[in-house]
């Protein structure tokens, strides 16, 4: 059974890998494509019936898509992360010396420490709003409270994390 999943999967790979690629080359780049592209045939080798797939080609299509919007989630979710911790320490210049590089690494292990350290509530008001880019209003309503609350639990997140850094 497995050596005719993995027969089935060579051949798709064979016959869809240039389109894939390039497909996944737009969405994502040149330097990430064959990474994803590597793991869409993986996920697809783990699928329980690939066998009983109906349009083989476009269940590979559908596996690369969400990868490539998982790719783009990771990758908004570590720029608004580099720029929160931007906002609260001072990233060094390209002119930067190894000790104010060192102080700006020590820096930011603290605010990743002092994140950890929230209260639960805070913590996942801070995350919900920074690095998923949700609404107030939404995290709110996702989290049960009022928006008065969840934006007293952002000001105590901002307040603790600046806190941790002086």
């Known amino acids: ?24 080359t737009r969405k ?9 592209l590597q793991e869409t ?6 699928h329980e019936s690939l066998e009983t797939v109906l349009d083989p080609p476009a269940f ?4 690369a898509a969400n990868l490539s919007l998982d790719f783009a989630r990771r990758r908004r979710t570590e720029t608004r992360y580099l720029e929160y ?13 190894p000790d104010e590089i060192l102080e700006y690494k020590k820096k930011s292990q603290r605010l990743d420490a002092a994140i950890r350290a929230l209260p639960p509530r805070c913590r996942d008001v801070f995350l919900m709003a920074v690095f998923e880019d949700i609404p107030m209003s939404e995290v709110a309503r996702r989290l049960g409270i009022s928006d008065r609350m969840a934006r007293k639990h952002m000001a105590s997140a901002i307040r603790l994390c600046r806190a941790a850094l002086d």
């Open 85 to 97: 911790v931007d906002y609260f320490v001072d990233a060094p210049s390209d002119a930067a010396t």
């Open 28 to 36: 994502v780049g040149a330097d990430n494509a064959a990474d994803l």
């Open 1 to 24: 059974m497995l050596d005719d999943k993995k027969s089935l999967l060579r051949a798709l790979f064979l016959r869809n890998r240039r389109e894939l690629l390039g497909y996944l």
């Open 41 to 46: 045939f993986l996920r697809a080798l783990r």
């Open 60 to 63: 590979l299509q559908r596996i």
